[in-house]
């Protein structure tokens, strides 16, 4: 629900779609080593591969729309499309077409394993534009399906007691714009699985890869209304549909302040239940046993990654001291290597920022590292003189009350700091009103069996990280969140358990 108009995700593929195991300790990296030292801005100014041919602009509600507005290339800053904008009567309208498909309509009322072979036959027609992720999550939810089921229950007394798990209803999902399409495969596979109708918001930055993708599940097989696209912005669309009386079910992915204006709306319209993955500071712990070498590069690709655009990224990098020096070095060099430049060319490990608002705020702080004392070891600034481009940047030296170390950047800036022993480094940790997730890097096992029971957070990753199987769970502790997505727990959010007691002659079974 952030004000900034921007891009499309048609960058997804190169910007937004880890492989299931990303990142894991016999990872050897070394793309872009050599390449240059941060002599990227001639590499920027290189012409710039032309953007995919932009179908689906069109709110999927009938393909009625009125005004537009810009999507921005991050590479550029030049406009690639006029989307339609929605704002709250389209929501309005978008509402309704879901509450009939799920009151009147076909779905809710197919058998599970119908609901399952259309999912299915999505995955096959998202699989022809090769997106491998998305298809797995389809796949798996698909698997789902028809394994939704409730429970006999004993009771003390001559009746007969089951359980029904039945949808939920409407559901109003509200996705960010760092992962448009992960988070689009994660918020409606289970939703659809379990028999539930859809509005979705895109983030305004991100509106195509949803309005495409949804044309995919309607020639699926998915009927009328079942699932309904508008892009807009948060204040009118948005917060239409965090309000909205007529939705059963709110899930929303995004900041943590946004996030607690979107439970506010919820509570105040309907008491709608909702799920909510927000903002992270997560730990990156190096013990002193660490394979330095193999260190730098995991944790290096743990915050770097995606442009840094990750809310679970391990921005705080907790280096024991007895290696700090070694560790900072290495981290020093290494940032230096990175290939920044167009996504679309072969090589490049970073993109542009998603728009020039998040471009502004990540050297804000940038400079606020600066001014607090902390040692600028690289980068620091812009790459280029056109697009969204920022220096891989690296601070030494870094206290743990500096904003550097305490706010969500969500940019290419690592911090790295010193800690003397597990007990430092676990009260430091947990430090933070955050916990969506954590690494650890030791050869230790008690070592990692003490730190993965003692991070406060929804994920701990030991000797890996994002790592985002669709059974694994991923969600946050303290003000990252309420709920998991992913998995079997991801089900729970679009579920009503209803119990049926039903008196019986005693004995039942004579």
Known sequence: MASARGISSLLSRSLCLPPPSFLSLGRNSSL???????????LIEEPITPPVQINHTKLLINGQFGKTFPTLDPRTGDVIAHVAEGDAEDINRAVSAARKAFDEGPWPRM?????????????????????????????????????????????????????????????????????????????????????????????????LTALYVSKLLYEAGLPPGVINIVSGFGPTAGAALASHMDVDKLAFTGSTNTGKIVLELAAKSNLKP????????????????????????????????????CCCAGSRTFVHERIYDEFLEKSKARAMRRTVGDPFKKGIEQGPQIDAEQFEKVLGYIRSGIESKATL????????????????????????????????????VQSILKFKDLGDVIRRANSTPYGLAAGVFTSNVDTANTLSRALRAGTVWVNCFDVFDAAIPFGGYKMSGIGRQKGIYSLHNYLQVKAVVTPLRSPAWL
Request: net charge negative; aromatic share 12%; hydrophobic share 45%.
């Open 274 to 309: 909702v799920t909510l993955e927000l903002g992270g500071k997560s730990p990156f712990i190096v013990c002193e046993d660490a394979d330095v070498d193999k260190a730098v590069e995991l944790a290096h690709a743990a915050v770097f990654y995606n442009q840094g655009q």
């Open 377 to 412: 070891e690289c980068g620091g600034g812009r790459l280029g003189s056109k697009g969204f481009y920022i220096q891989p940047t690296v601070f030494s030296n870094v206290q743990d009350d500096m904003l550097i170390a305490k706010d969500e950047i969500f940019g290419p």
């Open 111 to 207: 058998t599970a394993y119908e609901r399952s072979r259309i999912l299915l036959r999505f995955a096959d027609l998202a699989a022809q534009t090769e997106l491998p992720l998305i298809v797995r999550f389809f796949h798996y939810y698909a698997g789902w399906a028809d394994k939704i089921h409730g429970l006999t229950v004993p009771a003390d007394g001559p009746y007969h007691v089951k359980t029904l798990h039945e949808p939920i209803g409407v559901a109003g999902q509200i996705i960010p714009w760092n992962f448009p399409l992960v988070m689009f495969a994660w918020k409606v596979g289970p939703a659809l699985a379990c028999g539930n109708t859809i509005v979705l918001k895109t983030a305004e930055q991100t509106p």
């Open 32 to 42: 872009g080593r050599g390449v240059h030292r941060f002599s990227t801005a001639a």
